[in-house]
């Protein structure tokens, strides 16, 4: 017997062109003691449907249609009370646990507030009850730490405070939305665990709203697909993921990067751009080619940055080291991995590469030249013009200013003044054709595209230049998984074609075993091991990269 | 704390030397001190002998030095124009002043956070449209403006209050007050008004922007979800974080109102400082204009001190930080 | 070229700020009015038949004739005369002249000094940007009208007496200027520091564009908006300013009047019942500067809502 029945709910937001469905008659049921994955890509609606159970929709949005039973009641029967059912019967986690709490109140006092809105108890009581749940939830010294401020969290343990305050008034529908999209793999493995034991043991209906499909996988009993506000599909999570009936299902669970084998392609179900099917692309003439020599293209040696701003800051003590010792080598025409967690330093790493940062100390060699020793300017162009980066946010990486035949022009004109106005335009066409984008994108601005076609721009921008070395600083992490495997498939091809050597940064290990011959993983600043993928997935040497490889979501978990 | 507040006191003390010192460039720099306080018909030797005895001639650091000296006993030399203590003609004068801004301030920021805080709850409520269209006609209205309509229409048309002046005041040997008689408090209502309105629309846009920003935030989101009462939203959650910089606004808001005190002050003609310090600058009376610069300039970094320490005790995101950082 | 010319139009067309603009009558009805009080105060020659300045026009007879409208109007002076005989609507559009060129001026003036220093603190960082900010902390201390008192009276105490009326507009417009600098520092180093972490500007350093380069081709334009903003917020504070200090006596003189001057003037009056003398002038300002304040609201909402 289901516990919640959503029964042909209807989200729409009026805009000033056209009114938006977010959500149309969505139906879903959840049993108590059971987990409900909702997933889908970004605008499916999975997070409208979440916040329109408790009729938490942010203006101009309303639910237009649709009634939810929590038992036997209609809660929104009266939308005006619904506000009772909030905390009591129900309670909502969100993404983002640094936002999530009020700064200037104790989670004690949070707590104590939220126990008393709903539970008839006197504060001796309530606070009993806080203390409970925080040793529940899994914080040490509750007792002490219930008198702190949020921000004295770490967000994982923050994370928990916030489930502690969703479940204090013991309600028996908890609705998570990404809850640990914002947390490192470690604590996310920790909130999960946290999340499956408590709907064990309080008996609760969850809803976990989320676009990973490893969390799916690892955490629910069941799933329901979104896509455009629409429910795709809906059933046992294993016979979702293994035996998918809609198209957007299979291409979706094709997307994900497989964590226990390496591919050679992505297999694309429905594709955002026209497929080219160019084996030889035409900038290849224009590249200066090179015969490859399996020589050592960069060298890192004994690499130290530590960000020392006390100057600025209130804090002058604890000089954090950002990179603290690193060397590693990259042949010309591999790829090279580097992993870590938030703060690893991967990104500092990148950075000093591609000469953004200068290096507390140690140095960088490329094509046995020492970069991070070069004074002049004029000096410096050559290898500006070698060493280009794909940055992580598509909507930041392209000024939304100039049109993209502009951003693309910029590198070329630079590098070579002396090009003729015609050949110019040629070369764009030819770089826009490379990254599958149609030459009648050239005259647009950023922002009339999708993130996945601002990531070509991107990538033609980064290869206007005919680098050598392509730095890939997460370029897929803020995309669709769908929209990911195209990139990835993307950057593959062009790599093969052009020769190129690659350093793919990427917290995500399922993508970086797919796109790396070898791999480094960092943990605070320090090199832990370099390995071959297959080695460093197979026989993982280091403690920590073993724990990393634990605790990864794996998609796989579903087969066995 | 400790180091905190010596931080914060040692930065105020920086401030208020350049301040000194762009207080001292005047006098000293802009025209020559010596041919305003003498007539035309003083002879050169007399001149250099008073340049002598003045310290003039001494290099500047020493100079410097002594003007930091007196300044901080309240010493900025004579008026050229009043032939009189520029200390003398600041007490005297000081009073009328205070006591506008004093009434001025508890005006705008009363009724500002009230307001502010009305209208950004009630986003789209009638009277909040017509409290933001008054609001934006205020900050359009100058205060002379301002002033000169209120004369015409309570003292010229109307009748029933002064259109100068501060009424009879009662002298209480230190300090003349004007709020123990009738006529005192019927002369301070116009111009106190008039001064607070610019301030008190400003300080509505403020508070209802930072309203609405906070009633954005997913803690607000969250404690929704959590079912909390709206009046504890709003008037607990919401407007305790939205009243952290009704505090900085506050502080900025005494100092402009002395600064546009000068201007209410010449159109009630209210015997205050700023009136003092506007013949200075049509005479340039430089010892009035750089002890006048001087004192606001004093007045803003005293009561920036004291906001950075209320903050201290208020927000507890500023007191962990700063702790951390003194170990 | 053609082509690109309709590009440049639909753009505008379809973008958001065209639609707001459209759906905002508050904001159709303040740029109408902002477009009729520009072009008669610039074209003042074409608008008006009488030049006050001309002393051969001027008729004592004529003078505190009330607006036309009243008993003792005459109807060729719709708004009434001064003490000296002097058509008010003819002086109030020569003397909004005056009030808009020293506005634009100091504006332009602070907004090229403020936005120049900003940004180059924002992307250069280190002790130059602190140097900078401590430097708009200093100034913020003085508040702008004391601050536009003070130059005024340093630059009566270095220029003579003779040159004073004539430099006095140019001291006017330094003085205003001069005071609402930091506010253009502050707002253009926080929209930088915001844009020199994104992406663009570090890709732009990668493929070897100078600094000057990417902060006057790529951060510029991006951070635009929010300087337009207090742009056009700071336009109605420099004109207030303007009638403030000209009102205390130290702005503009009594030769050249802008309507400051003229409310100074006929505040004498006033008591004697020539309301007319102050009130026209007076309206008309707040008008202007209102209608300057409803279109920077507008913009505020519309181009950057969250600034404050």
């Given at each position: 017997m289901s516990f919640l029945k959503i029964n042909n709910l209807s989200v729409e937001y009026k805009m000033r062109r056209e009114t938006v469905h977010a959500a149309k008659n969505i139906n879903i049921e959840v049993s108590k003691g059971e987990i409900l994955g909702l997933v889908g890509e970004s605008g499916s609606g999975k997070s409208t449907v979440g916040n329109a159970i408790i009729n938490l929709i942010d203006e101009p949005g309303k639910v237009s249609n649709g009634t939810i039973h929590l038992g036997e009641i209609n809660i929104h029967d009266d939308l005006e009370n619904i506000i009772k059912y909030r905390g009591k019967k129900i309670g909502l986690i969100f993404q983002d646990p640094q936002t999530s709490l009020?700064?200037?109140?104790?989670?004690?006092?949070?707590?104590?507030?939220?126990?008393?809105?709903?539970?008839?108890?006197?504060?001796?009581?309530?606070?009993?009850?806080?203390?409970?749940?925080?040793?529940?939830?899994?914080?040490?010294?509750?007792?002490?730490?219930f008198n702190n401020y949020p921000h004295q969290f770490s967000g994982g343990m923050r994370q928990r405070v916030v489930i502690s305050l969703a479940l204090c008034c013991e309600p028996e529908l908890l609705i998570a939305d990404e809850p640990t999209t914002a947390l490192d793999v470690s604590i996310q493995s920790q909130i999960l665990d946290l999340i499956k034991k408590l709907t064990k043991e309080r008996n609760l209906a969850v809803i976990l709203i989320t676009h990973d499909m490893g969390v799916i996988a690892e955490t629910t009993n069941r799933v329901a697909v979104m896509k455009n506000g629409n429910l795709v599909e809906i059933g046992q999570t294993k016979e979702i993921l293994t035996k998918p009936k809609q198209t957007y299902t299979k291409s979706l669970v094709s997307s994900v990067p497989p964590t226990n084998k390496k591919i050679s392609r992505f297999i694309i179900v429905e594709k955002e751009n026209q497929p080219t099917n160019n084996t030889n692309i035409k900038i290849l003439n224009r590249w200066t080619k090179k015969e490859i020599i399996k020589q050592d293209l960069v060298e890192v040696k004994n690499l130290y940055k530590s960000f020392d701003d006390s100057f600025f800051t209130e804090s002058s003590k604890n000089i954090v080291m950002a990179v603290d010792d690193v060397s590693f080598k990259i042949t010309e025409g591999e790829s090279f991995g580097l992993v870590g967690e938030s703060g690893s330093g991967k990104s500092t790493i990148a950075k000093m590469i591609v000469n953004l940062f200068k290096p507390s100390s140690g140095d960088i060699y490329f094509d046995k030249t020492c970069i991070t020793k070069i004074k002049s300017n004029k000096e410096m162009m050559k290898f500006r013009k070698q060493i280009q980066m794909i940055?992580?946010?598509?909507?930041?990486?392209?000024?939304?200013?100039?049109?993209?035949?502009?951003?693309?022009?910029?590198?070329?004109?630079?590098?070579?003044?002396?090009?003729?106005?015609?050949?110019?335009?040629?070369?764009?066409?030819?770089?826009?054709?490379?990254?599958?984008?149609?030459?009648?994108?050239?005259?647009?601005?950023?922002?009339?595209?999708?993130?996945?076609?601002?990531?070509?721009?991107?990538?033609?921008?980064?290869?206007?230049?005919?680098?050598?070395?392509?730095?890939?600083?997460?370029?897929?992490?803020?995309?669709?998984?769908?929209?990911?495997?195209?990139?990835?498939?993307?950057?593959?091809?062009?790599?093969?074609?052009?020769?190129?050597?690659?350093?793919?940064?990427?917290?995500?290990?399922?993508?970086?075993?797919?796109?790396?011959?070898?791999?480094?993983?960092?943990?605070?600043?320090?090199?832990?091991?370099?390995?071959?993928?297959?080695?460093?997935?197979?026989?993982?040497?280091?403690?920590?990269?073993?724990?990393?490889?634990?605790?990864?979501?794996?998609?796989?978990t579903i087969y066995n | 704390m400790i180091k905190y507040f010596f931080k914060r006191l040692f930065q105020s003390a920086v401030v208020m030397l350049i301040v000194a010192f762009v207080s001292f460039s005047l006098f000293n720099f802009v025209g020559d001190p010596i041919n305003n306080m003498v007539g035309e018909e003083t002879s050169d030797e007399e001149r250099s002998q008073l340049r002598e005895s003045l310290g003039l001639n001494d290099p500047v650091h020493i100079q410097f030095s002594r003007f930091i000296v007196n300044a901080s006993k309240g010493e900025f030399?004579?008026?050229?124009?009043?032939?009189?203590?520029?200390?003398?003609?600041?007490?005297?004068?000081?009073?009328?002043?205070?006591?506008?801004?004093?009434?001025?301030?508890?005006?705008?920021?009363?009724?500002?956070?009230?307001?502010?805080?009305?209208?950004?709850?009630?986003?789209?409520?009638?009277?909040?449209?017509?409290?933001?269209?008054?609001?934006?006609?205020?900050?359009?209205?100058?205060?002379?403006?301002?002033?000169?309509?209120?004369?015409?229409?309570?003292?010229?048309?109307?009748?029933?209050?002064?259109?100068?002046?501060?009424?009879?005041?009662?002298?209480?040997?230190?300090?003349?007050?004007?709020?123990?008689?009738?006529?005192?408090?019927?002369?301070?209502?116009?111009?106190?008004?008039?001064?607070?309105?610019?301030?008190?629309?400003?300080?509505?846009?403020?508070?209802?922007?930072?309203?609405?920003?906070?009633?954005?935030?997913?803690?607000?989101?969250?404690?929704?979800?959590?079912?909390?009462?709206?009046?504890?939203?709003?008037?607990?959650?919401?407007?305790?974080n939205g009243l952290i910089p009704v505090i900085t606004i506050a502080g900025i808001n005494i100092g402009t109102l002395i600064a546009f005190s000068i201007i209410t002050e010449t159109v009630f003609q209210w015997p205050g400082m700023g009136f003092l310090f506007i013949q200075a600058v049509q005479f340039v009376d430089i010892p009035i204009m750089s002890a006048y610069l001087f004192f606001i300039a004093f007045v803003f970094v005293m009561i920036n001190f004291i906001v950075d320490i209320l903050y201290y005790f208020i927000d507890p995101r500023i007191r962990v930080k700063a702790e951390a950082a003194s170990g | 070229m053609d082509n690109n010319k309709s590009n440049l139009?639909?753009?505008?067309?379809?973008?958001?700020?065209?639609?707001?603009?459209?759906?905002?009558?508050?904001?159709?009805?303040?740029?109408?009015?902002?477009?009729?009080?520009?072009?008669?105060?610039?074209?003042?020659?074409?608008?008006?038949?009488?030049?006050?300045?001309?002393?051969?026009?001027?008729?004592?007879?004529?003078?505190?004739?009330?607006?036309?409208?009243?008993?003792?109007?005459?109807?060729?002076?719709?708004?009434?005369?001064?003490?000296?005989?002097?058509?008010?609507?003819?002086?109030?559009?020569?003397?909004?002249?005056?009030?808009?060129?020293?506005?634009?001026?100091?504006?332009?003036?602070?907004?090229?000094?403020?936005?120049?220093?900003?940004?180059?603190?924002?992307?250069?960082?280190?002790?130059?940007?602190?140097?900078?900010?401590?430097?708009?902390?200093?100034?913020?201390?003085?508040?702008?009208?004391?601050?536009?008192?003070?130059?005024?009276?340093?630059?009566?105490?270095?220029?003579?007496?003779?040159?004073?009326?004539?430099?006095?507009?140019?001291?006017?417009?330094f003085a205003i200027g001069i005071s609402e600098w930091p506010q253009f520092a502050r707002v253009s180093r926080a929209a930088t520091l915001v844009e020199k972490n994104k992406d663009y500007v570090s890709a732009s350093t990668i493929i070897g564009v100078s600094n000057l380069v990417v902060m006057f081709k790529h951060i510029l334009p991006n951070i635009m908006r929010p300087i337009l903003v207090i742009g056009t917020i700071g336009l109605a504070l420099a004109i207030l300013a303007e009638a403030t200090l000209s009102f205390l006596g130290v702005g503009v003189p009594p030769t050249t009047p802008s309507l400051g001057t003229l409310i100074r003037l006929g505040n004498d009056f006033l008591f004697s019942g020539e309301w007319w003398i102050t009130f026209f002038p007076a309206i008309f300002l707040v008008l202007l500067a209102f209608s300057i304040n409803l279109l920077g609201d507008w913009m505020r909402d519309t181009l950057n809502p969250k600034l404050n």
């Open positions: 009020n700064p200037i109140f104790t989670i004690g006092e949070q707590l104590i507030e939220t126990i008393q809105t709903h539970l008839k108890l006197d504060i001796k009581q309530a606070k009993d009850k806080a203390i409970n749940l925080l040793k529940e939830v899994g914080i040490k010294d509750a007792e002490q730490r940055f992580q946010d598509p909507y930041s990486s392209l000024n939304g200013r100039l049109k993209v035949e502009d951003i693309i022009a910029e590198p070329i004109k630079l590098h070579n003044p002396s090009i003729k106005n015609e050949d110019l335009k040629n070369y764009i066409f030819d770089l826009l054709e490379s990254v599958e984008l149609a030459p009648n994108s050239s005259t647009r601005y950023p922002h009339e595209f999708s993130g996945g076609q601002r990531q070509r721009i991107s990538i033609a921008r980064a290869l206007a230049t005919q680098p050598r070395l392509l730095v890939c600083d997460e370029p897929t992490s803020a995309l669709d998984v769908s929209i990911q495997a195209q990139i990835l498939n993307l950057l593959k091809d062009l790599q093969e074609q052009l020769n190129l050597t690659i350093l793919f940064i990427s917290h995500d290990l399922p993508v970086v075993r797919q796109m790396c011959d070898r791999i480094g993983v960092l943990r605070n600043g320090k090199l832990c091991e370099i390995s071959n993928s297959e080695d460093l997935f197979e026989n993982p040497k280091h403690e920590y990269t073993k724990e990393l490889l634990r605790l990864m979501p794996k998609i796989e | 030399g004579i008026s050229y124009q009043l032939r009189r203590p520029v200390s003398e003609l600041i007490t005297e004068r000081l009073p009328a002043t205070i006591e506008l801004v004093f009434i001025s301030a508890l005006i705008a920021l009363v009724s500002g956070t009230l307001l502010g805080v009305y209208t950004g709850i009630n986003r789209k409520g009638f009277f909040s449209d017509i409290i933001l269209a008054i609001s934006l006609l205020g900050v359009s209205l100058p205060t002379f403006v301002i002033g000169i309509l209120f004369i015409y229409l309570f003292a010229v048309i109307l009748g029933i209050l002064p259109s100068f002046g501060r009424g009879e005041v009662v002298d209480l040997g230190f300090w003349s007050t004007g709020f123990l008689t009738t006529t005192g408090l019927k002369a301070i209502i116009l111009p106190s008004v008039t001064l607070s309105l610019f301030q008190m629309t400003y300080i509505i846009r403020l508070v209802r922007a930072e309203m609405m920003e906070i009633l954005q935030t997913d803690y607000i989101k969250f404690a929704k979800a959590r079912g909390l009462s709206e009046k504890s939203i709003y008037y607990k959650h919401a407007l305790k | 139009l639909n753009r505008i067309r379809n973008s958001d700020v065209y639609f707001s603009f459209k759906k905002s009558p508050t904001a159709i009805i303040s740029s109408i009015i902002l477009a009729i009080i520009f072009f008669c105060s610039f074209f003042v020659e074409l608008v008006v038949p009488y030049n006050p300045f001309d002393p051969s026009s001027l008729s004592l007879m004529e003078a505190f004739t009330p607006p036309s409208w009243t008993e003792n109007g005459l109807s060729k002076f719709i708004l009434g005369t001064d003490g000296q005989g002097r058509d008010m609507l003819s002086t109030i559009l020569y003397g909004s002249r005056i009030s808009l060129i020293v506005g634009f001026s100091a504006i332009i003036f602070s907004l090229v000094l403020g936005v120049g220093l900003g940004l180059t603190a924002g992307y250069f960082g280190g002790k130059y940007e602190m140097f900078v900010m401590r430097l708009t902390d200093v100034q913020l201390t003085v508040p702008s009208i004391l601050m536009a008192l003070l130059v005024d009276g340093i630059a009566r105490g270095i220029i003579s007496r003779e040159m004073h009326d004539e430099m006095a507009i140019y001291v006017l417009i």
